[in-house]
């Protein structure tokens, strides 16, 4: 190495360390709600007989909101209250979001999710109009960690009929806690997200 090139990997090093070079890399890495849209469409990958072990069949391409009316109605029960109802929303949204930007590719197919409890039970055309309601009245609202990244919402369904206190904050909600909450504490959405995911903060978009 000649003393000009010394002399410029210093430079670099030191940008790096200074927030330039190294770190404007690693941030054009990180997708976050500032640098990302909304997906137009989401690849879902048709297991048959919606079976977490069965053979792709095919790999179905659709609209992302069109998507997620399909999943909200089968993995939280379109009856249940109206706040736990919008809580799913955004948990599957943002399920579905980051698994956009994460493809997977099996036995020679390339897709984002599956139409399983691998990711979240899809099935298409079961929009329902409670659910579908839910979707569409949240679909501006987001629940982000603080540097606004695009996480996941994890979430499990829980016990029946009481409030799942084990889940709460541990980064995952409980589907039945989450109606718990709703139906029986009467709180708003929001602050069932809250309950779940407590570093996390609501932004709108």
């Not at 990302?36 to 992302?64: D, E, K």
């Not at 009856?79 to 590719?105: D, F, Q, R």
Request: charged content about 15%; proline content about 5%.
């Amino acid at each position: 190495m000649n003393r000009s090139q010394a002399v410029l990997g210093t430079a670099v090093a030191i940008l790096a360390c200074l927030g330039g070079v190294g770190s404007e890399t690693a941030q054009a890495q990180t997708h976050t709600i500032a640098n990302t849209a909304y997906p137009a469409v989401i690849r879902v990958a048709i297991r048959s007989y919606n079976n977490p072990v069965g053979p792709i069949l095919y790999v179905q391409t659709l609209g992302f909101q069109e998507y997620c009316e399909d999943v909200l109605p089968n993995e939280w029960f379109p009856t249940w209250n109206t706040e736990s109802l919008k809580a799913g929303a955004i948990a599957v949204k943002m399920y579905a979001w980051y698994h956009t930007l994460h493809p997977v590719t099996t036995d020679g197919f390339t897709y984002d999710v599956d139409n399983t409890t691998n990711f979240q039970q899809f099935k298409y055309l079961s929009g329902h109009p409670t659910t579908d309601q839910a979707i569409q009245e949240t679909w501006n609202t987001l629940f982000v960690p603080p540097s606004g990244e695009i996480k996941e919402l994890d979430y499990r369904a829980g016990f029946p009929n009481r409030e799942n206190s084990a889940f709460l904050e541990s980064g995952v909600m409980a589907q039945w806690g989450s109606e718990y909450w709703g139906r029986v504490a009467k709180i708003n959405f929001l602050n069932i997200l809250n309950l779940y995911y407590p570093s996390y903060t609501v932004r709108y978009v």
